[in-house]
């Protein structure tokens, strides 16, 4: 898992790496206002294996948005839960037109989805679903990728 990790999650760290992610990505579009929303006091230390999930599906989510969901605002908040357990909460709102009724999840769903079943201990379905989104991409780089994250799931 750690040779997919992206440098800037260590470099920055997970808000920062978001914030930054954001702003690359934004910065072309006139159209979209994008912000990130943390705790005050931020986020409490979480493991390395949290981190990339988070990370991951924050960054597919908010491609789906500047692709799919023609919003002009989104917002991704970050919290936590406290409780019997403490629970990173990640949520990402817009304002766009949402999935027709009768979408089929492509790449970006099926990854996220294989990201957070591996990230839940359930191994064969986190490679069943990453071997799954290798299939429907028609980029190579991402394909090998998918595998290698496909790979290491099963590892487990």
Same mark, same amino acid.
């Given at each position: ?46 493991? &390395?294996?949290?981190? #990339?999930?988070?990370? /991951?599906?924050? =960054?597919? +989510? ?6 799919? @969901?023609? $919003? ?32 089929? &999840?492509?790449?970006? #769903?099926?990854?996220? /989805?294989?990201? =957070?079943? +591996? ?6 379905? @986190?490679? $069943? ?28």
């Amino acid at each position: 898992m750690y040779a997919l990790r992206p440098p800037a999650l260590d470099d920055l760290g997970l808000v920062p790496a978001i914030q930054t992610h954001v702003a690359q990505q934004t910065r072309p579009l006139k159209n979209l206002n994008v912000s990130v929303e943390t705790p005050t006091q931020g986020l409490p230390p979480l493991s &390395a294996a949290i981190e #990339l999930a988070t990370y /991951r599906i924050t =960054l597919e +989510a908010l491609t789906n948005v500047i692709n799919h @969901a023609q $919003a002009r605002n989104c917002t991704i908040s970050l919290s936590v839960s406290e409780g019997r357990y403490r629970r990173l909460n990640l949520e990402i709102v817009d304002d766009g037109e949402g999935l027709s009724e009768n979408h089929q &999840a492509g790449v970006g #769903l099926t990854s996220m /989805r294989g990201d =957070l079943l +591996a990230k839940l201990g359930r191994f064969d379905e @986190a490679r $069943a679903e990453l071997e799954r989104a290798a299939t429907l991409t028609r980029n190579a780089r991402e394909r090998e990728l998918l595998i290698a994250r496909a790979r290491e799931a099963g590892l487990h």
